[in-house]
């Protein structure tokens, strides 16, 4: 049976990121005295789009990161999936955050987070089809 270990430490190296996501955007309500919604303050809606973004696509990948680790995948593929998918989600909080329009960081923030999804999937259905 496996504690899953791995699979919790990058959860909650992700569930500390998501509580700073969710702080900076009640410091930016407070801020700006705005109670729901964004009140059409950029820094705010880029803030809750962050926020979204990171709470639409997260849950699937730890929960495939998941399966994959319970699946039995070498220690060292864990680690590699999800610091990619921390780092991922790290830059592109940065590059929305931080900067006007497309950014290297939002960029390469979502194409970490599609692959580490996708390389997931593949691997779990790979484990059901051949074990």
Do not use: D
């Not at 006007?100 to 059901?128: A, H, Y």
């Amino acid at each position: 049976m496996s504690t899953l270990l791995l699979t919790g430490f990058y959860v909650s190296l992700l569930a500390v990121l998501y509580i700073g996501l969710s702080i900076n955007i009640i410091r930016l309500r407070r801020r700006f005295k705005i109670g729901i919604g964004s009140g059409e303050n950029e820094l705010l809606a880029k803030a809750i789009r962050v926020h979204g973004n990171f709470s639409e696509y997260v849950p699937l990948a730890v929960i495939l990161l998941a399966c994959y680790e319970i699946n039995g995948a070498s220690a060292i593929m864990v680690h590699a999936v999800g610091s990619i998918l921390v780092l991922g989600r790290v830059l592109h909080s940065i590059g929305l955050n931080k900067t006007v329009g497309v950014s290297q960081q939002r960029v390469f923030g979502m194409l970490s987070t599609f692959l580490v999804i996708l390389v997931l999937s593949i691997e779990n259905i790979r484990f059901f089809i051949f074990n």
